[in-house]
């Protein structure tokens, strides 16, 4: 068990940007009087920590800069809540693939320097388990890398756990790609190869495996960036997304906000998003070449993982599969007794997804 609770973090994760990323984030943004001591504190631990930032970057620069990426990334693409967690477990068992830690997405600029030291305080620190689910945490676990990158430069969705009252400006411009501007573009390309590179580094593996919610917007520029990337697409009950997210929402944003906002606009955003995300990708995922997506329910998923797995690893045709064979039977194996939350659907959650999300239910054929 880690010293702090999450919900009672004095500082947010804005802790491990770089001074330049903090400073664009927030510039001409309220901070509401609630959370200024948190902000002062967070403002002042990452202009200490951004200090160390150029040791990174001449590291960077002269062993990976040049480097060309042997393959083109897998991409996990999912509503949050829809099991990609999961998967992205199953699958980091196999040792080619690398990813973004946990560690990484706090603390992206001290990966190539002084991570030993930050990575055993931020291990003593942190919680063991997510305080929305009964999820592992631990500082070396695969993570998806939306908080890495918001650390690295302003143009993420992952904004809104800061800034939450903009929560819609940030889904518009910078999960679905709308309105954004070449130079943004150019930004988000650069620093999410950036991140990869440090990734594969990290981890010693050969190819990046990518878990990210918001990638599920960006579908048209990851091809446009990785010509030959494998994308694996979970859907899930939307009734069981809608409450999980409306409790995973809630229950994260609480020690991470620098705004108030009150759980009735937190659940419209909910709403509004799944819809948006929803038709993006169902819009964009014919510009993945034939053969490169997998859509997967996740029911089905977490009844047969292992037999599943194996299939995925064939139609996409990703290698590696018998090297990884029993470490992935092991994994799913122990994950077999895990507890998930269950859900109780009220009527008005009902009322709600099937006036708000009736063309999920609908293409996907789920029902009460």
């Not at 063991?128 to 302003?154: G, I, S």
């Not at 050969?206 to 859907?235: C, D, W």
């Not at 409790?247 to 009735?264: M, V």
């Not at 009220?346 to 029902?367: C, D, H, I, R």
Request: one cysteine or more; charged letters at 25%.
């Amino acid at each position: 068990m880690g010293l702090l609770e999450f919900n009672k973090l004095p500082i947010n994760t804005l802790v491990g940007a770089d001074w330049k990323t903090f400073n664009q984030i927030t510039a001409g943004r309220t901070i509401d009087p609630a959370y200024k001591g948190k902000y002062r504190l967070t403002k002042a631990v990452c202009r200490l920590l951004s200090t160390l930032a150029p040791l990174q970057d001449k590291r960077y620069e002269k062993l990976l800069t040049d480097k060309p990426l042997e393959h083109d990334p897998v991409f996990i693409l999912g509503h949050w809540r829809s099991g990609t967690t999961f998967m992205h477990n199953v699958f980091s068992c196999d040792k080619h693939f690398g990813y973004n830690t946990t560690y990484q997405t706090v603390f992206p600029h001290l990966m190539m320097w002084g991570q030993p030291f930050f990575k055993k305080n931020m291990s003593w620190l942190m919680p063991d388990k997510r305080p929305t689910d009964n999820m592992e945490l631990a500082v070396d676990l695969p993570q998806e890398e939306e908080f890495a990158l918001a650390n690295m430069m302003p143009y993420t969705y992952y904004n809104f756990w800061f800034l939450p009252k903009h929560m819609q400006e940030y889904a518009d411009k910078y999960l679905l790609f709308d309105d954004i501007s070449e130079a943004e573009l150019k930004v988000f390309e650069e620093t999410f190869t950036k991140l990869i590179k440090i990734s594969l580094w990290n981890t010693h593996g050969t190819q990046f495996l990518s878990k990210n919610p918001p990638h599920t917007g960006r579908v048209k520029e990851l091809v446009k960036m990785f010509p030959n990337a494998k994308f694996i697409y979970l859907m899930r009950n939307p009734y069981t997304v809608f409450e999980s997210t409306r409790s995973f929402f809630t229950n994260t944003i609480q020690p991470l906000k620098l705004q108030d906002i009150s759980n009735e606009e937190l659940q419209e955003n909910i709403l509004s998003v799944y819809a948006k995300l929803y038709h993006k990708y169902e819009a964009d995922k014919k510009f993945i070449p034939e053969g490169n997506l997998v859509e997967v329910r996740f029911e089905d998923y977490e009844t047969n993982a292992f037999d599943m797995t194996q299939e995925i690893y064939q139609k996409l045709q990703i290698p590696g599969f018998e090297e990884a064979r029993a470490d992935i039977e092991a994994y799913v194996n122990k994950k077999k007794g895990y507890k998930k939350n269950k859900y109780q659907y009220k009527p008005e959650t009902v009322e709600l997804v099937e006036k708000n999300w009736s063309f999920a239910l609908e293409q996907w054929g789920y029902k009460l």
